[in-house]
C-alpha cells in the first residue's frame, strides 16, 4: 500500500470568546488560532517549519511495517498511481512529477512541472500507446491557511495546467512564468498595541482561513502584506464591509466586523507586513555577509 503521508504538528489551546461566537461567517472551528499562529520570533518560527514535512510511504499490511519511505520538504505532495510495471508515480508540491521503483522506492525519473502538483495521476491507452495524465496547481487547505509554514508560498507559483505523457512525445512546456518577486513595500505601521492585538485576533477568526497564517498568503488568494488596500482605511473598509469586491470572491463581513474592528486587522496587517520586511533584509545582510566571506 502506497500512501501520500503529512507530517503537520499543531497544538491546541482552548477558543476565547471570540472563537467560541459562532458566527454566520467566519473560521468556526472552536479554536483559538491566534495563540498558535507562527510568532514573530525567527527561531521559533524556523523550528516550527522544521518540524513540517512530507513522506511517500510503502506499507506491507501483511507483515504490518513500512518497506520504505520517501521524505518530501513539505506536505500536501500528489495523489499516487501506480502501474502494473511496478512503478509508482507522485507530483509534489515544489513542482516535480516522478517515477519511483515500487519494490525499493528508488527515484527512476522526475520532471519540472513549474507548479504543485495535488492531484493523482491516471493512465489510459490510445492506439495502444499508454498515456499519463496529471493537473498542476496550487491550492488546498494547506496551501491557502498554511501561511510561512509552507515554504513554498511566493516560490512555487500557481499555474492550473493539465499535463499528458506518452513515452517518445517530443513535445515542452511553454516557457516557466516569470519568478521575479514583487517588492514588499508596506505603509509605515502606526497602529497602537491594542489595535495590533485586537487586529491579529480577529485576522485569524475572519481572514486567515483564506489569506495565511499571520497574514503570510500561499500564493493562491491574494497576500494581503502586498495590497494597495492598505494605504487607504475608506477604501480597505469598502472591501471588508461594503461588499465591493464581492464579485471576486471577497465576502462582505459587516455582520461580524465595525469600522474599528476592520481598521484593527488592516493596523495588524501592515504591523505584520513592516515585521516580515524587516527579516528579508536582515536574511539578505546575512546571505551577503556569508558570499564576502567566501569569495575572500
Same mark, same amino acid.
Given at each position: ?49 522544521? /518540524?513540517?514535512? +512530507?513522506?511517500?510511504? !510503502? %506499507?506491507?499490511?501483511?507483515? *504490518? &511495517?513500512?518497506? #520504505?519511505?520517501? $521524505? ?19 507530483? /509534489?508540491?515544489? +513542482?516535480?512529477?516522478? !517515477? %519511483?521503483?515500487?519494490?525499493? *522506492? &528508488?527515484?527512476? #525519473?522526475?520532471? $519540472? ?184
Amino acid at each position: 500500500v502506497y500512501i501520500p503521508a503529512n507530517q503537520v504538528p499543531s497544538i491546541y489551546v482552548p477558543p476565547g470568546a471570540e472563537d467560541e461566537a459562532r458566527g454566520d461567517i467566519g473560521y468556526n472551528t472552536g479554536i483559538n488560532f491566534r495563540d498558535i499562529a507562527l510568532p514573530e520570533d525567527p527561531e521559533v518560527m524556523r523550528a516550527a517549519i522544521a /518540524t513540517i514535512k +512530507g513522506q511517500l510511504v !510503502a %506499507y506491507d499490511p501483511v507483515a *504490518g &511495517e513500512v518497506r #520504505w519511505t520517501v $521524505d518530501y520538504p513539505t506536505p500536501w505532495n500528489g495523489g499516487l498511481l501506480t502501474t502494473a510495471g511496478n512503478l509508482v508515480f507522485q507530483g /509534489t508540491m515544489t +513542482g516535480e512529477f516522478k !517515477a %519511483y521503483n515500487a519494490t525499493t *522506492g &528508488e527515484e527512476l #525519473w522526475s520532471m $519540472d512541472t513549474q507548479s504543485g502538483v495535488l492531484a493523482g495521476a491516471s493512465t489510459f491507452m490510445v492506439d495502444g500507446v499508454q498515456h499519463i495524465a496529471f493537473t498542476t496547481g496550487r491550492g488546498g487547505a494547506f496551501a491557502i491557511t498554511a501561511g510561512s509554514g509552507d515554504i513554498t508560498a511566493r516560490q512555487v507559483p500557481n499555474v492550473p495546467r493539465l499535463i499528458v505523457l506518452r513515452i517518445g512525445a517530443s513535445g515542452v512546456l511553454p516557457a516557466a512564468p516569470d519568478a521575479d518577486a514583487i517588492a514588499l513595500e508596506p505603509p509605515e505601521s502606526t497602529g497602537t498595541e491594542q489595535q495590533i492585538a485586537l487586529g491579529r485576533q480577529l485576522y485569524t477568526r475572519y481572514c486567515m482561513v483564506c489569506h495565511g497564517d499571520a497574514a503570510v498568503g500561499g500564493g493562491v488568494n491574494p497576500d494581503l502584506r502586498f495590497s494597495g488596500y492598505l494605504t487607504n482605511e475608506d477604501a480597505f473598509n469598502q472591501a471588508v464591509l461594503e461588499g465591493a469586491l464581492t464579485e471576486n470572491g471577497m465576502p462582505d463581513f459587516s455582520s461580524v466586523l465595525n469600522t474599528a474592528r476592520a481598521n484593527a486587522i488592516r493596523h495588524y496587517v501592515i504591523h505584520k507586513a513592516n515585521w516580515d520586511l524587516e527579516q528579508m533584509r536582515a536574511r539578505r545582510e546575512e546571505e551577503d555577509e556569508s558570499e564576502s566571506e567566501s569569495e575572500s
